[in-house]
């Protein structure tokens, strides 16, 4: 089956909507995912960072690795670009809005954008800077649909939905899926999702966090379908006759691993891609 990209209407206005109002803000704030900050860099910055200035919000610290976000903090500092780290379910603003103080004029509050990729947090970093929880958020991407404007102290701040590269390549079609932000069953599937993200971790040297948790091995000699048949044996993921549902032991297995589930992890550092 070919992949494809799962590339709806919203994002095509959302992006339409974004370059009519880049004018009229003092800066944009692109939300990347810390477990893959290269990754999870969104479509449209190339083009809005033209009309004005971006920093980043590197989303979900508390899922990645810590070595490795200090490392991404100090190669954005190196390159010169604005950036901060977070856990937005405890979130610490107080940086980030002296920081963004700075990019407006004095006689008015800042005008932003949170821009990035669906699921990355993006409204939950508007509602912690805003202080309230005025935007939806959820733990599927595309629940934001719109392009909506939000007040918070001396801030005037934008939500948009997430959008995706409708070109992008399949590696990094397939490491948004494991992180939650496309949907697995557009590109090919769980399945294929699955055994692409057991490769990984394996060549990575990170099935580590796989075996801690659920006790289940990736010896060399086994193949990727070998794992992902144990995991679904050993997450009772059986049908009639006790045959794996190896569908359902894929769903689960990505499920746990873009919720943080089996732990913390960084999959890419600075200047590896
Ligand atoms: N653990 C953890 N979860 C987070 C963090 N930030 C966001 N999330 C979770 O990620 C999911 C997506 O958050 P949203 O704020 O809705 O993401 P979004 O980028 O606005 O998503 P779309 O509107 O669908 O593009 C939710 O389930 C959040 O609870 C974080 O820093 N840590
Ligand atoms: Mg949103």
Redesign the pocket.
């Known amino acids: 089956m070919g992949r494809t990209v799962w590339y709806p209407g919203h994002m095509a206005k959302g992006k339409r909507k974004l370059s009519e109002l880049a004018g009229k803000l003092d800066i944009i704030i692109e939300?990347r995912d810390a477990r893959a900050p290269a990754q999870t860099s969104s479509p449209l910055v190339g083009e809005l960072s033209s009309v004005c200035p971006v920093a980043v919000a590197l989303?979900?610290?508390?899922?990645a690795d810590e070595k490795a976000t200090a490392k991404w903090l100090a190669h954005f500092a190196a390159s010169g670009v604005k950036a901060w780290a977070?856990?937005?379910?405890k979130p610490r603003m107080d940086q980030v809005r002296r920081d963004l103080a700075v990019f407006g004029p004095a006689h008015r509050e800042v005008r932003l954008a949170v821009v990035?990729i669906?699921?990355?947090?993006?409204?939950?970093?508007l509602n912690a800077l805003v202080g309230k929880s005025s935007a939806q958020?959820?733990?599927i991407?595309?629940?934001?649909r719109g392009v909506s404007w939000y007040r918070g102290k001396g801030i005037l701040a934008v939500d948009s939905?997430?959008i995706l590269d409708p070109k992008a390549d399949d590696a990094v079609q397939r490491c948004l899926a494991w992180l939650g932000s496309s949907k697995a069953e557009v590109i090919g599937g769980y399945e294929n999702v699955a055994l692409d993200l057991i490769a990984v971790l394996r060549r990575k040297s990170l099935w580590g966090m796989v075996e801690a948790k659920w006790s289940v091995g990736a010896p060399a000699e086994t193949s990727d379908e070998d794992v992902l048949e144990a995991l679904g044996r050993r997450l009772g993921c059986l049908v009639s006759g006790g045959a794996v549902d190896l569908s359902n032991a894929a769903r689960r297995f990505v499920e746990a691993f873009s919720t943080?589930r089996l732990g913390r992890v960084t999959l890419e550092f600075p200047g590896e891609i």
Do not use: A, C, E, Y
């Not at 669906?118 to 970093?125: A, L, Q, R, T």
């Open positions: 939300v989303s979900k610290r508390d899922l977070l856990d937005l379910l990035g669906p699921n990355v947090g993006k409204s939950m970093f958020v959820g733990g991407p595309g629940i934001t939905p997430g943080g």
